[in-house]
């Protein structure tokens, strides 16, 4: 089975970063206990969800009531992933290295934007790696930018011209590309080689749950069609 390229991206990332002497441990910023509680949470909303979606015909709530509810659902679990990465990137980036620094109220947004600059990668890189880290969606979400439609679609940026829509299976394409930045990131601590069979924390497992999500509530939705 060949590297998700999400996981060999972040992990590239990571060696680079490393060569290039950004790296410092910072113990103020790490929470063993919140990582150890992030894990076991996200496993249980993704095999819940799955559960939810497989069985969404037997409740009472109207089938919009419900795929706003997952949307939504999938949206924040996307967000608190997001979070989880930026935590780690200041556990382990030296802000002294970077121009602006850092501190407890940094976003996502402006880690990467000061790693990247640190770096001196070009625009088209740092494009790709915004791209990477999912930051217009987390812009735009952060910000209350976006709308649930009754078709069952996230809009977001909806007030201009760079909206997008995003569909169930977008946005757990979302899901299982913020959780392989995250597995990445915790091989790269753990000093582990970049295997094929890599099964950070369950991965595989909650990757088969996001798709068993998107199958069954393709079904659904066909039916009601």
Not at 120 to 126: P, T, V
Not at 145 to 160: A, D, R, Y
């Amino acid at each position: 089975m060949a590297l998700d390229p999400n996981y060999k991206a972040t992990f590239m990332i990571l060696k680079d970063i490393e060569s290039r002497g950004l790296v410092q441990f910072n113990k103020e910023y790490l929470d063993e206990e919140f990582f150890k509680n992030f894990i076991k949470f996200r496993k249980s909303f993704s095999h819940s969800m799955a559960e939810l979606v497989s069985k969404l015909d037997t409740f009472e709530t109207k089938n919009e009531e419900l795929t706003n509810f997952i949307i939504y659902s999938e949206l924040s679990y996307i967000n608190s992933h997001l979070d989880a990465i930026k935590k780690f990137l200041k556990i382990i980036i030296n802000p002294i290295k970077l121009d602006e620094g850092f501190g407890k109220d940094t976003t996502l947004e402006q880690m990467v934007e000061r790693i990247c600059k640190k770096m001196n990668y070009g625009d088209r890189l740092q494009n790709s790696i915004r791209g990477l880290f999912l930051l217009n969606f987390r812009e735009a979400t952060a910000q209350q930018q976006f709308v649930i439609e009754k078709t069952g679609n996230l809009i977001i940026n909806h007030k201009n011209e760079n909206k997008m829509q995003l569909n169930i299976k977008d946005l757990a394409d979302n899901s299982s590309q913020a959780m392989e930045i995250l597995a990445a990131m915790f091989d790269w601590s753990n000093n582990k080689t970049q295997e094929p069979e890599k099964n950070s924390d369950g991965l595989d497992d909650l990757v088969s749950d996001l798709t068993k999500q998107v199958q069954e509530l393709d079904k659904k939705l066909d039916n009601l069609s």
